[in-house]
């Protein structure tokens, strides 16, 4: 199993980064599309979305910010952290095998153990495709949790 420990709101500096990558692949799609019940075509149907000004299949723009979830909960501040809120941008469409990087940065440390977070999303060329900013709750205890590790799953 992985583990994974938290920065405090004490630790948590104006400045401070990290980052977290994933491949986008054809199961994350299909997955992301059962799970959140949004089956459009321009994710799911090659031939719809040669139509579209894609041009192709593409992620949904949520995916994207799931994968920002996952790094403000596994990466900066980590396990404890609750979200109060997001906004984000879409700024380029994510493609089937971009490999894309979540930027975290801490803006800003407000009263009450708040923290503005900057949440920016790259491609593999360093293409901007989504920017945002979020505000979340940072953990005041220290801790290091087990990452659980989920069974296989299977798609049809």
């Known amino acids: 199993m992985t583990q994974s420990t938290n ?3 004490d630790e948590l500096e104006v ?6 990558s994933k491949t986008v692949t054809e199961r994350d799609i299909q997955l992301f599309a059962e799970v959140s019940g949004d089956h459009n075509p321009v994710h799911l149907d090659a031939e719809y979305a ?5 041009k192709e299949r593409i992620a949904h723009g949520m995916f994207s910010g ?22 984000m941008s879409f700024t380029a469409p994510v493609k089937f095998g ?10 800003e440390k407000l009263p ?18 989504v920017d945002g900013v979020a505000e979340i709750l940072a953990p005041r205890k220290k801790q290091t949790v087990e990452l659980t590790k989920l ?3 299977t798609i049809g």
């Open 7 to 9: 920065t405090t709101y």
């Open 15 to 20: 400045g401070q980064t990290a980052s977290y």
């Open 50 to 54: 040669a139509s579209t000004m894609f």
């Open 66 to 87: 799931a994968l920002i979830s996952a790094a403000v909960a596994c990466e900066l501040p980590g396990p404890g952290t609750i979200y109060i809120g997001q906004t």
């Open 98 to 107: 971009d490999t894309l990087t979540v930027r975290l940065e801490i803006l």
């Open 112 to 129: 009450k153990f708040r923290v503005k977070v900057a949440t920016r999303v790259f491609n593999q060329d360093d293409q901007l495709v």
């Open 151 to 153: 069974p296989p799953i």
